[in-house]
């Protein structure tokens, strides 16, 4: 089986993951008194329970187990708050986006907009009660890290890395939303690529990972080793999506052939198709990048730039350097050999998914 | 000079806070390595030094130096989170709110706007960067306290605290947002007041005394000495705020005569008076609240239902005894003196204010 060794390790501690989840909000939801609030707090719980792989929590303990031999409890109810860390981004996120949908179900500002206790709701409504909700979301990330009966040292360390993280990556989704509103011809990779280090990298591989480490009291050169390997492969991560999302199956993604094209993000693919494109094709870039009406026909023309351009290699062959680097930095890790595993087969994964 | 001892702890505290405060932010400006991140953080900065009495981390120390002798460079430290605390939720607010002033400066996402690095922007980006302003504000409050340089079990407690603030306050935004968009009939007098205690009095009074008693790891009775005090002169001082709004002196108040009434603001003078209005009152209630054209002769008309209901008096006399309860409960309260003669003088100045 492919990947057995990650699927082993997310089968073993995502339901506990989730046990403890769902506890800790169904609690929030019971303590409300008043409608108003059930009914967000329901939403928040809703969202949590809509799908989502628990990476982020899952690598939480992974972390912890490349540096101890075994996860306590308290480690567990620990990892849950970097998956409420995760919902308050995600439900704040949407709203900046103006995402209706995640995961086939409605997104918090949406779903406040569809089913509000009281009637129909201007969108602007909406979108202040789901802002509200993704702030009461941030404070329970931080109560259930407080609350998950670490000793105070650690919880101090904990509570930091937890903001240190939410700090950074808040810091690329100000650079992510800029960059969109940028002309192409200004956009320059290392910009492209900080984002993706911030929003994605640090975000969803280092941070994690580094959270487990604190949860340990791992030493520095612990925190090193996953720096080493989850930052490589987060930007490949990253650069791998963005292929995807311009060149992937919509069957398989779930998402719209081009969306990233009508969206306007900026990719490093767009980026360097740019860079490297005949003046003809710069004007065809701008004229089609970030319009909702765009055709399929244009859409399939910006794909040929990005090709002909040898945009798509350099990606390729960024992502593939990336990610060999990230694994070759495994080999004298100072992590269990164990947790190596589960990392090797991760980053394995992410280069060959295709959705 | 009325108020003295209350005067004399603010000028002695708020300069030592301030120079924190800014010393804070100016390095985390600093930090920034893009325009654009810079222009989000240099803003935050501008904000914070665009006033405000720095009534909250003035209480913290309160709060502390009514269980201490007196309070170390870490508890001003420690109490610039409570400021920072307030920006962020502020920024939110005000972006929820849609409120394009704030001390006669602009708000963050009208600041957003109006001086965008790239030219304009849309009104929706404006408030996606404050979003994110107002998170990584969050960020810096709870980091400022992490670094503040506390014992390890005293900041666990202080964090834990701060968060738990924080999520009670998101809870009277969701209701007091939530009010707004219910019909003026379905309003409780409980609900109102819920609204104040959460938003008000919990928020901005009880919250920093019980910051700083947790930060002096007060006993018990001192966090419930607080509370006794806390919350009925913080409810009164919303209902002086209510009062105000509608019966103030525009010039005194900077608020344009029943702004309150034309955003449809759910106050118990506005409730109580529908509650015991004729039927003819109640239309011209309903026709009246919440309309951004009323004329200068319906809000007199308003204003004259309000008196003729007895809602006017009602709140008074509700207001008068909740902060007699609560100036009456410092005589037993096991604080030290100074701080319940700065409590007092501060009771009866929210009290005989008038803007």
């Given at each position: 089986m492919p990947y057995e060794r990650m699927k082993a390790f997310f089968a073993e501690w995502v339901p506990k993951i989730d046990r403890e989840l769902y506890a800790f909000l169904e609690k929030k939801v019971k303590e409300q008194t008043d409608p108003y609030n059930k009914r967000v707090v329901d939403d928040i719980y809703?969202?949590?329970?809509?799908?989502?792989?628990?990476?982020?929590?899952?690598?939480?303990?992974a972390g912890y187990?490349?540096?101890?031999?075994?996860?306590p409890n308290e480690v567990i109810k620990a990892s849950i708050a970097y998956e409420l860390l995760h919902i308050y981004l995600l439900i704040h996120d949407d709203i900046v986006d103006r995402d209706e949908l995640r995961r086939g179900q409605p997104t918090v500002w949406k779903s406040m907009m569809d089913h509000y206790v009281r009637g129909d709701l201007e969108r602007h409504d909406a979108e202040a009660l789901a802002t509200i909700g993704g702030d009461l979301a941030e404070t329970y990330a931080t109560l259930a890290l407080l609350n998950a009966g670490l000793e105070p040292?650690?919880?101090?360390?904990?509570?930091?890395?937890?903001h240190e993280i939410a700090e950074r990556t808040g810091y690329g989704q100000v650079l992510d939303v800029s960059l969109e509103m940028?002309?192409?011809?200004?956009?320059?990779?290392?910009?492209?690529?900080?984002?993706?280090?911030?929003?994605?990298?640090?975000?969803?591989?280092?941070?994690?990972?580094?959270?487990?480490?604190?949860?340990?009291?791992?030493?520095?050169?612990?925190f090193d080793a996953y720096s080493k390997y989850a930052v490589p492969v987060g930007i490949a991560f990253q650069l791998q999506d963005d292929i995807i999302g311009v060149f992937g199956d919509e069957k398989k993604t779930g998402k719209p052939v081009g969306s990233d094209i009508r969206e306007g993000k900026r990719t490093l693919l767009i980026v360097k198709a740019y860079e490297n494109a005949t003046d003809a094709q710069k004007k065809l870039i701008k004229a089609v990048l970030g319009r909702e009406s765009a055709t399929a026909e244009e859409i399939e023309e910006i794909k040929d730039i990005i090709m002909e351009t040898g945009s798509l290699d350099y990606s390729k062959k960024l992502m593939e350097e990336l990610m060999e680097r990230g694994i070759a930095s495994l080999e004298t890790a100072p992590i269990k050999e164990e947790v190596k595993d589960v990392l090797r087969d991760l980053a394995e994964y992410i280069i060959k998914r295709d959705r």
């Open positions: 809703r969202f949590a329970k809509a799908g989502g792989k628990r990476v982020r929590p899952t690598l939480v303990i187990l490349g540096a101890r031999e075994s996860a040292e650690t919880a101090v360390n904990a509570v930091r890395e937890l940028t002309p192409i011809e200004d956009v320059r990779e290392e910009d492209v690529l900080r984002v993706h280090e911030l929003k994605t990298a640090k975000y969803t591989m280092e941070g994690p990972l580094h959270m487990g480490a604190q949860l340990a009291n791992a030493p520095k050169e612990i």
